[in-house]
């Protein structure tokens, strides 16, 4: 079974923090964006791709109002670890 992982740059266009789930667990708890804006990884349990689908949600701080942009993801990519 493939391992992957995800790697995120975040657009820092906005104050606050930032947290990222997949499946519906935590990848990373909600933290600043990082600057300068450079892309983060994060691994991906293999249980949460095995049925060859996987859902990314992201979430901003609670109580934070806004003009409706939400979380701001700059890329978005999903890479296969070579495993030897």
């Keep these: 079974q493939a391992q992957y ?3 995120v740059a975040y657009a820092k266009d906005r ?4 947290r990222l789930e997949a499946e519906g ?11 300068p804006a450079e892309p983060r990884e994060f691994d991906i349990p293999q249980s949460l791709t ?3 689908e996987l859902t990314l949600n992201w ?4 109580g934070r109002g806004g003009n ?3 979380c701001q993801v700059r890329e978005v990519w999903l890479i296969r670890k070579n495993l030897l």
């Design 5 to 7: 992982v995800v790697r």
């Design 15 to 18: 104050q606050g923090e930032i």
């Design 25 to 35: 667990k935590e990848l990373h708890p909600l933290m600043a964006k990082p600057e």
């Design 50 to 52: 095995a049925d060859g």
């Design 59 to 62: 979430f901003r701080e609670a």
């Design 68 to 70: 409706g942009r939400g």
